[in-house]
């Protein structure tokens, strides 16, 4: 489609190299010169968005493996020393961990778009099975990806995912244990996964290549599904194309860096904040969101195996879809019945995604086997069925009269597409309110309390950050680590306020054990700035017998790993107010549920303490603070719910720590992202003007 190079090198240094290595000529025909249909809208963006994504995740992925320790016992802390300590490390994580979503996102958008414009159909079969090569490998990178911060749901994540292989007859416990590298998931386990996460994005830009050489020998489908007959139907790839994409890719950083700077963790499960325990299994274990549909087709079927074919083979059944539908007709626009069963199978997606998040019982499992059904008989019967007995519309006789006739009817068409959006939008405000107001009734939902880090300008309050941390000293220190934060950081820009010389004095008050001296002994010594915070215990054993049993939690990220289901549509809601607070609500919910009696009919434990706010209801530690326990010298009211609140806040800034930093360059981004996608546009509607 690209042809031969028309490419003429002007400076002697580059006819020398052309002649030798045409690649400025290769670049020229396949990303300058290459016709490319003049009615591509704005799915097509996508495309060069997954490269853009692809780019950002092999980068900084290079970077955060300079840092990370692929070791069972150091890899979880590994990670947030690297948020900590590495400039603008909390970026790079940022980046990479949203950007797995972010990559997820546009390639789902990709897939749908060319189902529906039929973009797999001759002479674009291989085009379609390298997209879906990729797509698997993206799967399967995604994955390790997960399992190497070595949170709770890492471990556990892996240790299911990884048990599916031992369902195949014969071989299924050899490949398990060569997955393990043992008999449990374990340092072998990581190892390899780091190993493979790494390796795997360069392939990925090996098939992408490809992928790309693949568009390039049959040329780019379009909305109409018609080949280009005559110039009038297309236009150079640049600047027309690169100028769209370039429009379209700035749209999309805009969504990405809302993500990066003010939503980090909204994507994200909590129960990752928390160090892998094979003791302790999570009470719902679940993938990424991304891995929804797939997980939900798995559990709907009883029997293991078949189980596990299924899942597997809702994704291998795309590499056949060139096939099972052999509709001479490509574009879903011109087949009013396939248009609306595809609309009907996107739904069907989402909801098997939905379903994938729940519990497998009950309605769940009937309505995850109903759709899994749905799923498999719209690609083997659906497509095939419509291939023979749909009556198609007529298509344009080219793809310039197609331009013609939509920018005729465009007027029209933005109008109704701005009543359907506002319909939209107002449809979820009512579904929101509603929501908000059952959500505010329910009991045992943590209340939402204003909190001064809150929103896009938040920062905080550095007075409370003081006060958090005298409650911290004089009562949560006696049982509870924050092994995380040195003593430093209290006199670090963003956090409470401390300087240097009153940070060491808090140091010095810590007795360190160190060591060996000459003598060959340990010792102890006053604590230094560059020492994590002194641990009350000596090991987790010793914890567990001070504490009848249950061993204290560390606080470092105890605001980011303690959460609650905010329910559909409010979630929604969230996304758009940067409603991040779950973790300082409960902590601060939490120190004021104790309850004297429990409810009737409730049965409380020996030596446990009912609280309203606590999973279960069941809490070993007892009230921890009461009024007027820690005096406050600025005036501020000596209450339970100003102590709860306070420490709620202090507690935000030891998981957070550069959270003012974060927000602070957000806003430069992204006035810097608003004002470059306004030129964009304008230049892109310039150039398009005689296009269209």
């Given amino acids: 489609m690209s042809g031969p190079s028309t490419y003429q090198p002007q400076s002697p240094v580059m006819k020398w190299l052309e002649q030798r290595l045409p690649i400025a000529g290769l670049v020229h025909s396949s990303f300058v010169a290459y016709p490319t249909p003049r009615n591509l809208n704005y799915w097509w963006t996508f495309g060069a968005i997954l490269s853009m994504m692809l780019a950002v995740q092999i980068v900084t992925g290079v970077v955060l493996a300079m840092h990370y320790t692929p070791h069972v016992d150091m890899a979880f802390d590994s990670v947030e020393r690297l948020v900590r300590d590495v400039n603008y490390g909390w970026l790079l994580r940022n980046m990479h961990a949203a950007g797995a979503s972010m990559f997820f996102i546009a390639v789902y958008i990709h897939m749908f778009r060319g189902l529906y414009y039929g973009s797999y159909k001759a002479p674009r079969e291989v085009l379609w099975i390298l997209g879906v090569i990729i797509y698997l490998l993206m799967m399967a990178t995604g994955f390790m990806g997960y399992v190497l911060p070595w949170g709770q749901m890492s471990f556990w994540g892996a240790t299911v995912i990884t048990n599916l292989f031992s369902a195949i007859p014969l071989v299924g416990d050899s490949i398990v244990t060569l997955l393990w590298g043992g ?249 929101g309110s509603g929501n908000a107001s059952a959500a505010g009734s329910e009991e045992n939902v943590p209340p939402s309390l204003q909190w001064s880090f809150a929103g896009p300008f938040g920062k905080y309050d550095r007075a409370q950050l003081q006060r958090g941390f005298k409650i911290y000293k004089e009562v949560c220190s006696a049982c509870h680590s924050m092994k995380l934060l040195s003593y430093r950081n209290l006199a670090d820009p963003g956090g409470p306020g401390f300087t240097k010389e009153q940070a060491a004095a808090v140091a010095a008050e810590a007795s360190i054990k160190d060591g060996p001296n000459d003598a060959g002994d340990m010792f102890d010594r006053p604590g230094r700035l560059a020492d994590p915070f002194h641990s009350p215990f000596a090991n987790e054993m010793a914890a567990r017998s001070a504490n009848g049993g249950a061993a204290p939690p560390d606080m470092t990220l105890l605001a980011k790993a303690r959460s609650y289901d905010r329910g559909f549509p409010q979630f929604i809601f969230d996304f758009f107010t940067q409603f991040q607070e779950q973790g300082p609500n409960y902590i601060a919910a939490l120190l ?77 981004v992204m006035i810097f992202l608003l004002i470059l996608t306004g030129l964009l546009y304008f230049t892109k509607k310039k150039i398009w003007a005689d296009a269209h």
């Fill in 183 to 431: 008999f449990s998931v374990g340092n072998p386990t990581l190892n390899r996964f780091f190993s493979l996460h790494y390796l795997l994005p360069f392939v990925i830009a090996g098939v992408v290549v490809l992928h790309v050489w693949a568009l390039h020998v049959t040329g780019q489908n379009n909305p109409t599904g018609v080949e280009p007959k005559t110039e009038k139907d297309t236009v150079p790839f640049t600047p027309y194309a690169t100028l769209k994409d370039a429009f379209g890719m700035s749209c999309f950083l805009l969504f990405f860096c809302w993500f990066i700077f003010y939503m980090p963790n909204y994507l994200g499960d909590p129960e990752n904040y928390i160090p892998a325990n094979p003791g302790v299994t999570p009470p719902h274990i679940v993938p990424e969101w991304y891995y929804l549909p797939f997980y939900a087709i798995l559990r709907a079927i009883p029997n293991k195996l078949m189980g596990v074919a299924a899942m597997f083979g809702a994704i291998l059944v795309l590499l056949f879809l060139p096939w099972l539908d052999s509709c001479k007709v490509r574009s879903s626009r011109y087949r009013p019945l396939a248009k609306r069963f595809f609309w009907a199978f996107v739904v069907t997606c989402l909801l098997l995604g939905w379903l994938g998040g729940k519990p497998a019982e009950g309605i769940y499992t009937i309505l995850a086997r109903v759709l899994t059904a749905a799923y498999f008989a719209y690609f083997l019967i659906v497509l095939p069925m419509l291939s023979r007995v749909e009556k198609t519309l007529p298509l344009p006789n080219s793809i310039a009269d197609d331009v013609l006739a939509r920018s005729n009817a465009s007027g029209a068409t933005k109008v109704a597409s701005l009543v359907a959006a506002l319909a939209l939008a107002g449809g979820l405000l009512l579904g």
């Fill in 592 to 668: 004021q549920g104790y309850e004297d009696t429990p409810p009737a009919g409730f049965t409380l434990p020996d030596g446990s303490y009912y609280n309203k706010y606590f999973p279960g209801h069941s809490i070993k530690m007892p009230p921890p603070i009461s009024e007027g326990q820690v005096t406050y010298e600025d005036g501020t009211p000596q209450t339970v719910a100003q102590y709860a609140q306070d420490v709620g806040s202090f507690l935000m800034w030891t998981a957070e720590p550069h959270l003012e930093a974060r927000k602070r360059l957000g806003l430069q």
